[in-house]
């Protein structure tokens, strides 16, 4: 988390409503990255196991797909909102520094 404020800092030089600018974006560009991984290889995990239960056992995890899948996402969405909020949070700057 302190890297985000890190380049936030670089990228602004000084500026102290740049910061907080780049703070917030580069927050949200990490976050749909985590998102998006953790979202495929959950996809790719539960496409694995449907195949894996339909060979093994004759149950109902095709119609279920959509409902496990949702639960998935919804939780995915949770845990990468709260890192998002905490990484913003933790590096943004309410008060101008004193030069």
């Given at each position: ?21 780049f703070v917030v974006v580069l927050t949200i560009i990490f976050s749909l990255f985590i998102f998006f991984i953790a979202a495929s290889s959950i ?57």
């Amino acid at each position: 988390m302190e890297r985000i404020g890190l380049a936030a800092s670089k990228i602004a030089k000084g500026n102290f409503f740049l910061y907080n600018f780049f703070v917030v974006v580069l927050t949200i560009i990490f976050s749909l990255f985590i998102f998006f991984i953790a979202a495929s290889s959950i996809t790719l995990a539960l496409v694995i196991l449907g195949y894996l239960m339909g060979g093994i056992m004759q149950t109902e995890f095709t119609k279920r797909w959509w409902d496990i899948f949702g639960i998935c996402m919804m939780t995915l969405t949770v845990v990468v909102s709260v890192f998002s909020v905490c990484a913003i949070l933790k590096n943004i700057k309410i008060q101008k520094p004193k030069e």
